[in-house]
């Protein structure tokens, strides 16, 4: 651990050109303590690690030394393209260290001119996956153990819903601050809830042959759809005014626009599914009087009670 730190000190002070002690503590979260520590360990190494006395001092490499640490190894190069990961999700991964390791590398391969590069591009994009309002649980226990069994190809022996499994993990989805799982069971590919996951055991002896065909990403955007357009059981149909029809794209459920853009007759009459009747209801209430309830008979008596209460309400209705 502590040569790994030793290294990310060096890197940092050879891509920032010189840091006081307070920023490098709060750089490699240890005390400014260590940070001398570590210093002195690198000077008797035969480091040139130069101390400036004085306010605003701190440290630097003398001038013109460059190390040679900065190739970088599988697991490093691997997750410096996981830089669009959240932090806190890369360190529910157990993947932190690595990437951060990997950027300091990467950083300080840099010309001087682009050193400024990394910080620039932090300020001015940032990913931030969860949704609003989320809480603020700490990760499931299995996510660790699965990322490290996706990095290395591992199968493993898991309990999913009191069923146990054998499989070989893929990949791991992050969506709205959910973690998903994309793994091969025989030979289906499925997705499971991490946070749902009873046992995970990984067989780290043991490798599994990835298919090459797989691609992480259009799976899941194939599951994520055909999961949603599972939900839209009922079907309803309206009768729009012409800005009904152009607040429909803004109302309907995603994965029922097409469907619903292209049952659009010329009289304003659509065909939109549904997860329900209720569902509907609190739909047709946002197209106020731009939208007519054809079918079902249920949904037409609920939005007429509605309108009913609303005239009451208003003062309309005795």
Do not use: C, N
Not at 6 to 16: D, E, K, N
Not at 49 to 72: E, I, N, Q, S
Not at 116 to 143: K, Y
């Amino acid at each position: 651990m502590r040569a790994s730190r030793l290294v990310s000190l060096i890197l940092l002070l050879q891509a920032r050109g010189g840091m006081t002690a307070a920023e490098l503590a709060r750089e490699l979260e240890v005390s400014e303590r260590t940070i001398h520590r570590d210093v002195l360990a690198l000077s008797e190494a035969g480091v040139p690690v130069h101390a400036d006395r004085g306010r605003g001092g701190g440290y630097r490499l003398l001038d013109g030394y460059r190390t040679r640490l900065t190739g970088l190894d599988r697991a490093e190069a691997e997750a410096l393209f996981l830089s669009g990961v959240p932090e806190t999700s890369l360190r529910e991964m157990g993947l932190a260290e690595a990437a951060a390791t990997a950027r300091l590398k990467a950083s300080a391969a840099l010309s001087p001119a682009l050193r400024d590069a990394p910080s620039s591009a932090a300020q001015r994009f940032h990913l931030d996956a969860p949704g609003w309002f989320a809480p603020g649980d700490p990760p499931p226990p299995s996510l660790a153990p699965l990322a490290r069994a996706v990095w290395g190809d591992h199968p493993v022996r898991t309990r999913y819903r009191d069923r146990e499994r054998v499989l070989e993990p893929y990949g791991l989805v992050l969506k709205a601050g959910v973690w998903y799982l994309a793994a091969r069971a025989g030979e289906r590919f499925l997705i499971f809830r991490v946070d749902r996951f009873e046992l995970v055991e990984v067989a780290h002896e043991r490798r599994f042959a990835r298919d090459r065909e797989f691609q992480l990403a259009a799976f899941w955007a194939e599951q994520s759809a055909r999961f949603s357009r599972s939900l839209l059981r009922e079907t309803v149909t309206l009768r729009l005014s012409p800005m009904g029809v152009r607040l429909l794209r803004h109302i309907a459920d995603p994965a029922a626009l097409d469907d619903a853009l292209a049952s659009l007759t010329a009289d304003g009459v659509v065909r939109l599914r549904v997860e329900s009747v209720e569902v509907a209801y609190g739909q047709v209430l946002r197209f106020g009087p731009e939208a007519e309830v054809l079918e079902p008979a249920r949904l037409r008596d609920l939005v007429v009670q509605a309108v009913s209460r609303l005239s009451r309400l208003y003062g309309g209705g005795s």
